[in-house]
């Protein structure tokens, strides 16, 4: 008998690779059975749906990378250190990158559209846990007199969301670390304009 957590960490892990990589609605199940050495029966047995499916691995795939970010974070003692910590990761993406086809949440907002709710959602409440850790560790910047008190960390966490993913894009797309590169060099002058 198998246990029932490893075979839906399994799907969950294979899943990910061929969504993160082909696609979510380019990937079929058949594609999934024959990755994971499952059954149609076995996976829709742990996940209702398809759309069940790309949810949980788009939210199984955004924790792997929050993961890979929080060791990051807490690694460093100040808000201006955690924010060019998270620079650095992503600069990395395209040549290192820590999941195979690249960013979760880019890969998804670029596939999703009104024709897939459930992975619309799943996206925006990725995307709404980053911009929240974001502004957190802006504000605590602001609170601990490391960042300007009038400092907009809403405007700035979109700002690093935007242009990290923008970079990483454009950076992908043409098969090199130059436009993510640009991106982090302006990020870090814009962190400078507002340190203390």
């Not at 294979?14 to 996976?43: C, E, P, R």
């Not at 504000?139 to 970079?167: C, R, S, W, Y």
């Amino acid at each position: 008998m198998r246990d029932p957590e490893a075979t839906r960490e399994t799907i969950l892990k294979k899943s990910g690779v061929l969504f993160n990589t082909q696609g979510y609605k380019a990937t079929s199940i058949s594609q999934i059975t024959d990755a994971t050495g499952f059954t149609k029966g076995a996976i829709y047995r742990h996940f209702g749906s398809k759309d069940d499916l790309e949810k949980e691995t788009l939210a199984f795939l955004s924790n792997i990378l929050f993961e890979k970010l929080r060791v990051i974070i807490v690694q460093e003692k100040n808000a201006v250190d955690k924010l060019r910590g998270i620079f650095k990761f992503f600069e990395s993406y395209i040549s290192n990158p820590p999941l195979k086809g690249g960013c979760p949440l880019l890969n998804a907002a670029i596939e999703v559209d009104d024709a897939h709710p459930a992975l619309r959602k799943e996206a925006v409440k990725t995307l709404a846990v980053l911009k929240k850790s974001l502004v957190t560790i802006l504000q605590n910047g602001i609170d601990h007199k490391q960042l300007k008190p009038d400092t907009d960390v809403a405007f700035f966490a979109t700002l690093i969301i935007a242009a990290l993913e923008g970079g990483i894009m454009m950076s992908k797309l043409e098969g090199n670390n130059n436009d993510i590169r640009k991106m982090i060099k302006h990020l870090n002058d814009q962190l400078e304009m507002i340190m203390l």
